[in-house]
């Protein structure tokens, strides 16, 4: 019987799939990425080949899905601590970049353009509760 994965999840970054195939693999269970090096060659792209795909085998996809569900993808502080919102109060929080500015806009056009590294992004939290996006 050929054996058959199934993909679980996508991550924009290899390393964050890197450390979800650590995860499962510590459960038993065989993990495969699909297009890791692609994306870590030029990680422009991984927009356009839908990220770095992490695979299972479809007999374990059940169980892998309840690992994953344990583990958090909230943000936390530098202590280890969830970071709180200060407007309601919640810890339902993502870590995001953004280009909502004349300066970061047109800091990532040139680094685009003239492929310089690191682009200036400005890094922000957003809440999930009340969707409000503050600084840390």
């Known amino acids: 019987m050929e054996e ?6 996508t991550f924009q970054y290899s390393s964050e799939a890197h450390i979800i195939k650590g995860k ?4 038993g269970i065989q993990v495969f990425l699909f297009d890791d090096f692609t994306v870590d060659v030029d990680p422009l792209i991984s927009n356009a080949i839908d990220g770095v795909k992490l695979k299972v085998l479809y007999e374990d996809i059940e169980r892998a899905q309840v690992i994953l569900k344990t583990i958090s993808n909230y943000s936390l502080d530098d202590t ?14 993502y870590f995001l970049s ?15 353009i003239f492929t310089v590294l690191p682009f200036y992004t400005k890094y922000t ?11 840390s």
């Open 98 to 112: 953004t280009i909502k500015d004349f300066k970061s806009l047109f800091w990532f056009l040139f680094g685009f």
């Open 125 to 135: 939290y957003r809440c999930e509760n009340c969707k409000t996006e503050f600084n």
């Open 4 to 9: 058959t994965f199934k993909t679980l999840a």
């Open 80 to 93: 280890g601590d969830r970071v709180v919102c200060p407007k309601c109060g919640e810890n339902h929080i």
């Open 24 to 27: 499962l693999e510590s459960e």
